[in-house]
């Protein structure tokens, strides 16, 4: 995908450090992407204990985690500037705000950017503690996307994701969490999982397949600048990480009912509709999954 270069100043980026007090469990917030299971695959964790920790984390409310840890000062071109994938990142971020900003404004809906934030290894968000083993996510708590870009290398060689676009589609599937944390989607889900607990999981799964969805509509306002392979790139980075995919491939019994993600068939079924349709209103998943 032909993404112009961003301009520093209109993008919010930071940079994290590699070292921080304690560790410990990662609480991510609402709306991880489901390349949080792929950590647990590739990392050798158990699959149904981070399971259960995501399920933990998804009725917390923003503000509880712990508060963001600044990182050393840098300019955006320094920070975006370290290593190839940063920059992918840093490119997809601006282009990212453009297109998204324009249908709030259309809607005289409040429109804010998120933060995208670089770390390595470990750190902490306005949700909690970061980890690399989560794989990139989207804090409410504070807007930010996490990044350890490290991550790629990981999606490339060992799920075999390749190509820039399966990158991009990465950093769209969070920047769409950050969508439904404007129009406050996010915190009626997060209401209504705790009214009924036994559907808190499906409900995740229409959060992160309308996620799925997002990530298409930006590829799709911004059809002149895919190039071919792009959308395969695409259908084949949203089929390695279904929940059915990943537990397949750990040795696991495919389980359903702990689908936090929606399966391999379901994310290429909605990334493919928003990359059709290039319309947000196509991405109802919550009255048609």
């Known amino acids: 995908m032909r993404l112009d270069r961003f301009n520093p ?13 304690g560790g410990g469990g990662g609480k991510i917030g609402c709306g991880a992407l489901v390349i949080v299971l792929i950590g647990m695959f590739v990392f050798g964790v158990d699959p149904q204990q981070m399971l259960g920790t995501i399920d933990s984390v998804q009725q917390q409310e923003p503000g509880q985690g712990a508060p963001a840890q600044p990182g050393q000062p840098q300019s955006a071109a320094q920070i975006c500037g370290q290593n190839e994938y940063a920059l992918e990142a840093c490119n997809a971020l601006s282009s990212l705000n453009q297109t998204w900003e324009q249908p709030f404004k259309q809607a005289n809906i409040a429109f804010e950017q998120p933060e995208l934030h670089f ?12 980890q690399s083993a989560m794989g990139p996510f989207y804090c409410p708590a504070d807007q930010g996307i996490y990044i350890d870009t490290s991550f790629y290398d990981e999606l490339d060689q060992k799920l075999g994701a390749k190509g820039d676009f399966a990158r991009y589609y990465v950093v769209a599937h969070e920047y769409g969490h950050h969508v439904q944390h404007l129009l406050g989607l996010d915190a009626k889900v997060r209401r209504a999982q705790q009214q009924n607990p036994s559907q808190a999981n499906a409900l995740q799964v229409r959060m992160e397949l309308q996620a799925d969805c997002y990530a298409g509509v930006w590829a799709g306002k911004n059809r002149n600048r895919i190039e071919p392979g792009d959308m395969e790139e695409g259908m084949t980075a949203a089929s390695a990480i279904g929940d ?3 537990m ?4 696991q019994r495919v389980s359903p009912e702990s689908f936090t993600h929606g399966s391999s068939a379901q994310r290429m079924k909605w990334l493919k509709r928003g990359l059709d349709s290039g319309n947000e209103d196509a991405c109802d998943t919550f009255s048609d999954v």
């Open 9 to 21: 100043d209109n993008i919010r980026v930071t940079q994290g450090g590699s070292r921080f007090p």
């Open 244 to 246: 059915d995919t990943l």
């Open 119 to 130: 770390y390595n290894g470990t750190d902490r968000s306005g949700c909690g503690a970061a």
């Open 248 to 251: 397949k491939n750990a040795g």
